[in-house]
């Protein structure tokens, strides 16, 4: 694992590596449960990676040996705060502080070969993901029935704030956040408390 590097990519580079990136989406779930969740296929993977790289702000990093081994993405949230549409109840009020700054940053894929270090690398992309962005917050949404990606979403320091309902496809996703700096970190904890209080599991 030393000798993975870490490189920041562009859309158009994005846009060329489409197919290897597909082949890392259907790589990346192999080995894990059989769940209705994992199922999408891998056109449903190339249509939503293309919907991103047409987002204002776009941004991939990916993890690379002789082959391609990672990747995390995704994009600024919008200071209109649209990205947050159906979230359950009010907005805490430092997020939406935050998403009006300009100081999201959704990821909305972290993909990482199978490896027994796998966690440790898809840390990293993340954590070179946000820096790169100057976030203040990171920001995602997770299927909730994705029990392994949220089991290490948390583990990683990813904060539980509540629910987004979607119109579209599945309708009901957890809304997770990651606060980079202590004195967020400390204005963010009550409210992950209050979720896994008010949605368990």
């Known amino acids: 694992m030393d000798a993975v590097r870490l490189r920041r990519v562009n ?13 890392l989406y259907v790589d990346s779930r192999e080995t894990s ?13 190339l249509n939503r990676l293309t919907g991103d790289i047409r987002r204002p702000g776009f941004a991939m990093v990916t993890a690379e040996t002789d082959h391609l081994v990672g990747c995390a993405f995704g994009f600024p949230v919008g200071s209109d705060g649209f990205w947050w549409s159906g979230f359950d109840g009010a907005l805490p009020q430092t997020i939406e502080q935050l ?10 894929s972290i993909l990482v070969q199978p490896h027994p270090q796998d966690e440790d690398m898809a840390r ?7 820096s790169d962005h100057q976030a203040s917050l990171g920001a995602t949404l997770v299927d909730p029935d994705d029990h392994p990606t949220l089991a290490s979403l948390r583990s990683w320091g990813w904060l539980d704030v509540g ?17 980079l700096g202590e004195r967020i970190t400390a204005r ?14």
Do not use: C, M
Request: charged fraction near 25%.
């Open 11 to 23: 859309r158009w580079l994005a846009q060329g590596l489409s197919g290897e990136l597909a082949d």
């Open 33 to 45: 449960a059989a769940e209705a969740y994992r199922s999408r296929s891998r056109q449903d993977f």
């Open 99 to 108: 998403t009006a700054s300009g100081g999201v940053f959704a990821i909305t």
């Open 124 to 130: 990293r992309l993340q954590e070179r993901l946000l």
């Open 163 to 179: 629910e987004v309902w979607r119109p579209a496809g599945p309708t009901r996703f957890r809304a997770l956040v990651f606060p």
């Open 188 to 201: 963010l904890e009550g409210l992950a408390h209050d979720a896994w209080t008010r949605w368990p599991g």
